[in-house]
């Protein structure tokens, strides 16, 4: 799977235009008043401007090479405050079974964002680490109603010719759909965000666009 865009909404659209250029060196075009476009890689990140009362926000993840996450995680802790990590005391999630690598950080909004390094995928660099590293877009998080959560991933899965992630396993409050290219992580309203301590999941909308099997699909929730 490949997402190719990702539409969001926030609360607080001129700093994250700031956050987005001048911390992570993406290249950002205000599309409009109400809108900005940012860069990364072979993915757009699309952020609407919405009433401040609503405050949304989400979790997603950026690919990087998987020979720079030590120089990735060091650029961005001359940046930004890193999420610190009870699970595994340190900065850095080991996902021993995804063999992947990630960290994890806040943007102005209270977006939840995370680099990730996936070591089964032949991607590598040789110069030093810089926003050019940034792939794609590799996963975006979805909240559903717990009450009707099996039910919408199964008529999602239905809809689309995807499938869950084969690293893995389903699990009562979390699924993942996809591949190390792109995945859909999917949890139930009200669960705790990991790498966070108290972040509730909640339901915003989102707008996704992504290839599967070479096609183009859409995904509005």
Known sequence: MQIKTLRLQTSHLLPL?????????????????HSIT???????????????????FYHFAF?????????????MQSKVELLWLDDYKSYVADFVNWHAKSFYFKDPAGNILEMIARFDLNDQADI??????????????????????????NAL???FPISYFNK?????????IGNDDGLFVIVPENRVW???KNE?????????????KQQLYELEM
């Open 38 to 56: 940012i860069i990364a890689g072979q993915s757009q990140l699309i952020f609407n401007e919405v009433n401040k009362t609503k405050n949304p």
């Open 128 to 153: 030093s680490f810089s926003s050019r590293h940034i792939r794609n877009i590799s996963e975006t998080g979805i909240v559903l109603p717990i009450n009707t959560f099996d039910e919408n991933i």
């Open 194 to 196: 990991f790498s966070t």
């Open 157 to 159: 899965m239905k809809r």
């Open 63 to 75: 690919n990087i090479p998987n020979n720079k996450f030590k120089e990735a995680l060091q650029w």
């Open 168 to 176: 893995q396993p389903p699990l009562p409050h979390f699924r993942a």
């Open 17 to 33: 235009y700031y956050f987005y250029k001048d911390l992570l060196e993406l290249p950002v075009d205000k599309t409009s008043k």
């Open 200 to 212: 509730m999941s909640k339901i915003f909308p989102v707008k996704i666009s992504f290839i599967e």
